[in-house]
């Protein structure tokens, strides 16, 4: 079983920036991809970024694309997602998720095995 734990959520202001962290544990993953989501009050979930774990190879959505990244640190087995010039619709809890994706050569929006409690985003005008 994968156990997936997110942190660095909170309160900043718009046009800040903020880094959310997924520690992964239970097994390896070189041959998963990691994703985060996110999911406003009243809105259904939403693909933000994803990463595959071998190669670094990432995917963002069109609405995060240019101030999102996502990034791993292989040695500490943490997934990161540096928010940059934040917008008060970018509130919303973030989900941290793991999918095996073996030789699969694209990164996957959807069908995650794993998920973590979330975080909460918050944004402020």
């Known amino acids: 079983q994968v156990q997936l734990v997110e942190s660095g959520g909170g309160l900043v202001q718009a046009g800040g920036s903020l880094r959310l962290s997924c520690a992964a544990s239970?097994?390896?993953?070189?041959?998963?991809?990691m994703g985060w989501f996110r999911q406003a009050p009243g809105k259904e979930r939403e693909f933000v970024g994803a990463?595959?774990?071998?190669?670094?190879?990432?995917s963002h959505a069109d609405s995060v694309k240019g101030r999102f990244t996502i990034s791993r640190d292989n040695a500490k087995n943490v997934v990161y997602l540096q928010m940059n010039s934040l917008k008060p619709e970018d509130t919303a809890i973030y989900y941290c998720?793991?999918?095996?994706?073996?030789?699969?050569?694209?990164?996957?929006?959807?069908?995650?095995?794993?998920w973590g409690q979330g975080t909460q985003v918050t944004v402020s005008s």
């Open positions: 998720a793991a999918k095996a994706v073996g030789t699969t050569w694209y990164v996957p929006r959807n069908g995650y095995d794993y």
């Open positions: 239970g097994r390896t993953f070189w041959n998963y991809a």
């Open positions: 990463i595959r774990w071998s190669d670094g190879t990432t």
